[in-house]
């Protein structure tokens, strides 16, 4: 009879594998935390065929995983997907509705965060189980190229419509920050600066590293007194103010986001400044004049690859002979960028319509048919965003019932806890990457 039972229970995981199922038995240490509230799904309750082929398809990709581990969990059922990594990286995901593998498959990685925004999962190490993710990029893309593959080209196509054209980056530019000053100022530095700080050592705060960032900017651009800046992309005034006010020079910035535009007017006059600071709602294509120094603190990524070129030439007329620019940019590794270029991510379909990218070689080709530009320093900090962004993490959890009371509802928590791990993942593993880039106009240039 044992014999009997044995073949009996193979039969049983053989039929539960063709369904897709999970493991029976919990494994060592698979708790996961709110396992108790999870909903459970009967492990009787096979599924049909149709959702039982999903599973299992979507299963057997993820069995494939290397760099790390996934303790899955649906109800009473677990398995570990993926092998252990050196660094012990690992996290663990409980399947709260088994909607998550149609979403998986016939979404791609866009599914996976679609079905995190709906509550489908959970996860105790989000940026852990995105560190995995980057890790394993090439063999998920499989699940781009199949079922998933019409609503790609769906979102692709809606991609090519967010064209950085003038009218096109007011919208996109809208679409992001008109979320609202009060939102943004509950998770950002004092300055209200929105981009990557600079840490330097251990146990440094965000303002720290913030006005670490603003100090190195201006010394590179090497600013003296008298001299006049032109910023494209002001932010909230942050940076302006600093150079006005630490190096004495003239400050003309630009920005095409009228909350900012108004929030940025607002502090440059209590702080004082408004005689050395102006501030402009216009497009950087729309700008006029020569100036002694330029920067533009991330808002490359904002342009478009088609329009790199013009915004370079731009920016090289606005200088005058010998002036300096600083771009701080986000940077796409030169062997992904033009499948990149292709695709569409979460965070344009998320977060900014309309983003790109470039890749440095994509910068570097487009400043080369500028006229007249010398490249001289370049300085890359992926570390310090990731650290950036932990902590902006941090200080948006405290703060989600403020998030809350500005009128936003959990699915769009979900979506920037998302947002923020899926970068400071990528950051991480070097999928992406930040730094200054500083180049020279040749004094004999017009």
Known sequence: MRGFDVAEERRDEARDRRAGGLRREPL?????????????????????????????RVLNVLRGLVGGEILLTEGADRERLGCPAEDGLQARVAVRDPALYRELLFGGSLGAAEAYLQGSWDCDDL???????????????????????????????????SRNTQRGSRRNIAAHYDLGNEFFSLFLDRDLMYSSGLFAEPGMS???????????????????????????????????????????????????????YEFATQRIEAQGLSDRVTVLLEDYRDLRGTYDALVSIEMVEAVGREFLPRYFAKCASLLKPEGRMLIQAITMPEQR??????????????????????????????????????FL?????????????????????????????????????????????????????RAVSVGHFLWEKNHWSA
Not at 141 to 152: F, I, Q, T, V, Y
Not at 344 to 373: K, T, W
Not at 396 to 412: H, N, P, S
Request: with cysteine; charged share 30%; aromatic share 12%.
């Open 377 to 429: 320093f370049a300085e890359q900090f992926p570390d310090s965003y990731a650290l950036t962004l932990r902590e902006w993490r941090r200080r948006f959890e405290t703060r989600r019932k403020d998030v809350r009371e500005l009128g936003f509802d959990e699915r769009f928590l979900r979506m920037w806890e998302y947002y923020f791990c899926y970068c400071e993942a990528a950051f991480l593993e």
């Open 28 to 56: 060592p240490g698979d708790e996961f935390p709110g396992d108790a509230q999870a909903p459970k799904f009967a492990h009787d309750a096979r599924p049909g065929f149709i959702d039982g082929w999903v599973r299992g």
């Open 127 to 161: 940026v852990a189980f995105l560190r995995i993710a980057c890790r394993n990029y090439d063999s998920l893309m499989r699940l781009d190229r199949g079922p998933a593959a019409p609503l790609m080209a769906a979102l692709r196509l809606r991609h090519r419509l």
């Open 206 to 260: 965000l303002d720290e590293a913030s006005q670490r960032k603003l100090d190195a900017v201006c010394r590179r651009l090497r600013l003296q007194p008298g001299q006049h800046l032109v910023e494209i992309g002001t932010g909230w005034g942050g940076l302006a103010a600093f150079a006005a006010r630490e190096c004495g020079c003239r400050v003309t910035t630009t920005t095409v986001s009228r909350q900012q």
């Open 337 to 374: 960028y033009e499948a990149y270029s292709r695709s569409v991510d979460f965070i344009q379909r998320y977060i900014f319509p309309g983003g790109h990218l470039p890749s440095v070689r994509e910068m570097l080709n487009a400043v080369a048919a500028a006229p007249g530009l010398r």
